[in-house]
T-cell receptor, first 114, second 120 residues
Framework: DSGVTQTPKHLITATGQRVTLRCSPR?????VYWYQQSLDQGLQFLIH???????AKGNILERFSAQQFPDLHSELNLSSLELGDSALYFC?????????????FGSGTRLTVV | AQKVTQAQTEISVVEKEDVTLDCVYE???????LFWYKQPPSGELVFLIR??????QNEISGRYSWNFQKSTSSFNFTITASQVVDSAVYFC?????????????????FGQGTILTVHP
């Protein structure tokens, strides 16, 4: 167990629907990052939150949004889903430079849009 | 802009062979971090190593070793005496030096990954 918890592990939904992916960071970590892994795009950075504030955005579609709550867990909302949104979505957390591992990844949520 | 290139898409070896996975990076930052992750068939990302831009010492951990050369912007990974359990996708990644007021890492930029298959 890496200490980063992602739920659900698997999600199957239809096109046009909306889903919410949840991430609980490792205890004490203030930063949460979301990544999307698809066959054609590889591992792509989506968004970074630090202590509740958005810090950086990557290739995140307008149909996608995220937030980090006061208890530091984060949610990634995907709406108007398309077949191409099928991917493995990872969350990672960090506690700053002093932790040897840097980023700790969750086990991912595998989203299948049918 | 940061970029990581893993030119080897797939590598196939026979057990006990040594194998080197190449990684070349581009960044304008003077402070940055380099990582290697392993993604086995089960899908999770397993941390292997972190190296900062000021530490060019090579590192060895069991059968794994890493060669960091700033002069060629490379951070190569060698597995000695490969085993079937080493079969996985390996990612090299680069992080900005700091974000969020210097208290957090910036985003990770990943290479495309190298699929390593070790045959018995």
């Amino acid at each position: 167990d890496s200490g980063v918890t992602q739920t659900p592990k698997h999600l199957i939904t239809a096109t046009g629907q909306r889903v919410t992916l949840r991430c609980s960071p490792r205890s004490g970590d203030l930063s949460v990052y979301w990544y999307q892994q698809s066959l054609d795009q590889g591992l792509q950075f989506l968004i970074h939150y630090y202590n509740g504030e958005e810090r950086a955005k990557g290739n995140i579609l307008e149909r996608f949004s995220a937030q980090q709550f006061p208890d530091l867990h984060s949610e990634l909302n995907l709406s108007s889903l398309e077949l191409g949104d099928s991917a493995l979505y990872f969350c990672a957390s960090t506690g700053g430079f002093y932790r040897a591992h840097g980023y700790t990844f969750g086990s991912g949520t595998r989203l299948t849009v049918v | 802009a940061q970029k990581v290139t893993q030119a080897q898409t797939e590598i196939s070896v026979v057990e006990k062979e040594d194998v080197t996975l190449d990684c070349v990076y581009e960044t304008r930052d003077t402070t940055y971090y380099l990582f290697w992750y392993k993604q086995p068939p089960s899908g999770e990302l397993v941390f292997l190593i972190r190296r900062n831009s000021f530490d060019e010492q090579n590192e060895i951990s069991g059968r794994y070793s890493w060669n960091f050369q700033k002069s060629t912007s490379s951070f190569n990974f060698t597995i000695t005496a490969s085993q079937v359990v080493d079969s996985a996708v390996y990612f090299c990644a680069l992080s900005e030096g700091s974000n969020a007021g210097g208290t957090s890492y910036g985003k990770l930029t990943f290479g495309q990954g190298t699929i390593l298959t070790v045959h018995p």
